[in-house]
């Protein structure tokens, strides 16, 4: 099994007998044509920068099925109906569980009291990224020993969700921008929940003008300052890290 960073909040996911992707927001350098194509794809929630806006391309492509949030996937099988087929879409809330090509997916709860993204405004720069694609609520999923929590702030309800299961690796936000967690609330979510390692996501500027507070280089130095057991990973877009 493994995972590789695409950028942002999006993975590839490689696993016995499935490609999954979860939140495929791609952005150069990542050319989506080249990558192997996902049998299925889990969004977190609708805001644009976590890839919803893709679906019936990457539908086309791929012929695959759609996963997330119930409000979500109801949204997306109206928006796209005729582009993608209503058995495309699968619906997950918190605390559900699906199983996909033998692979057991569980929907964990996030906290980012954001519905939508607004108007964002620096100096003489306006980025309108309004979309009426739900907000909330926000998925986090737990597969096979992987964790990816969607956005999130830091909230004791995570861990307890995870009771029970093994984390191997726990993909977490830390830009401390935007309703998404810091170094030092993703570093607190990874040891409650047991993880091993932890790579960082959402930390990525999504235009150049909108830098977010933290880059991996403070969770590195705060993990180091901590003397955590838990072995930050920061990935370069593109980078594969195997299980083990």
């Known amino acids: 099994m493994s995972l590789t960073y695409l950028g942002h909040s999006a993975f590839k996911f490689d696993l016995p007998g499935l490609c999954l992707y979860v939140d495929p927001y791609f952005k150069q350098p990542v050319d989506w044509h080249r990558l192997e194509k996902g049998q299925l794809v889990l969004f977190t929630h609708g805001h644009f920068d976590h890839g919803v806006r893709m679906t019936p391309k990457l539908y086309e492509a791929w012929k695959c099925k759609f996963a997330g949030p119930k409000v979500l996937i109801k949204w997306l099988a109206k928006r796209y109906k005729k582009r993608v087929p209503a058995s495309a879409f699968i619906e997950i809330d918190h605390g559900e569980t699906i199983e996909f090509n033998g692979i057991e997916i569980k929907a964990i709860p996030a906290h980012h009291p954001m519905t939508r993204l607004g108007k964002i405004s620096k100096g003489i720069f306006f980025l309108v990224a309004r979309a009426s694609a739900p907000g909330n609520p926000v998925n986090g999923y737990y597969f096979n020993g992987y ?13 307890k ?63 180091k300052t901590e003397g955590t057991h838990v072995k930050v990973r920061a990935l370069a877009i593109g980078e594969k890290l195997d299980d083990g």
């Open 147 to 159: 964790y990816h929590s969607g956005d999130t702030l830091y909230t004791e309800v995570i861990a």
């Open 161 to 223: 969700s995870l009771t029970g299961k093994k984390v191997d690796t726990a993909c977490l936000p830390i830009g401390g921008r935007y309703k998404v967690a810091s170094p030092q609330e993703a570093l607190r979510i990874a040891e409650e929940i047991g993880a091993k390692r932890l790579v960082p996501m959402h930390w990525q500027a999504l235009y150049e003008q909108f830098p977010f507070r933290y880059q991996p280089s403070h969770l590195i130095k705060l993990a």
